[in-house]
């Protein structure tokens, strides 16, 4: 099964140049499978910046999630020019059926241009076609694009009060 889609253009926001040469908001979404060493540094690097360090994978975990050939562990990126500008992390839950977002991320620059919602779409997408019955997302609280975008595409939120001092969002998505 190949996903791989072309997603979201604006002109408007973006103005006549777009970034870094390409049309304006032009953006290709694919899985990855079997990373090259650039793709699994520009990730790590991109999880740094995203996350200010805090939830950074090291380069061999990020090439071990990458590579799992069990299945469980699936990662889209959002790319343009050939650089990775956004990233999501899927895990399968066995048990239940449901797939989980381990991670999900959209370099600062490249925010507010549809990256984040292509790719959550085509993570649910993928999650449908394996015969998941829901996605789920956890988010901070006080995290208003990410609750928007959740809301947006139809995730039902419940706050999670066992998770203080930081207060969290447990986002699911029913696909049945």
């Avoid at 540094?41 to 994978?57: P, V, W």
């Avoid at 889209?76 to 066995?94: R, T, Y």
């Amino acid at each position: 099964m190949i996903l791989r889609a072309l997603f979201f253009r604006n002109t408007e926001k973006l103005g006549k140049k777009g970034i870094l040469g390409q049309p304006p908001g032009l953006f290709t979404c694919r899985r990855l499978q079997k990373p090259s060493p650039v793709e699994i540094q520009q990730l790590a690097t991109l999880q740094t910046a995203i996350f200010n360090g805090i939830r950074s994978r090291r380069v061999a975990d990020l090439q071990r999630l990458a590579t799992m050939n069990s299945g469980l562990d699936t990662i889209f990126v959002a790319e343009q020019n050939e650089k990775i500008v956004g990233f999501i992390h899927l895990q399968a839950c066995k048990k239940n059926s449901q797939w989980i977002n381990r991670g999900m991320g959209v370099a600062a620059r490249y925010r507010r241009q549809g990256v984040g919602s292509s790719l959550l779409s085509l993570a649910i997408e993928f999650a449908r076609q394996k015969g998941a019955s829901a996605v789920i997302s956890y988010t901070d609280k006080n995290n208003i694009p990410s609750l928007s975008l959740h809301e947006q595409i139809g995730f039902k939120k419940n706050l999670l009060s066992h998770s203080q001092p930081e207060l969290r969002y447990r986002l699911r998505l029913s696909l049945v």
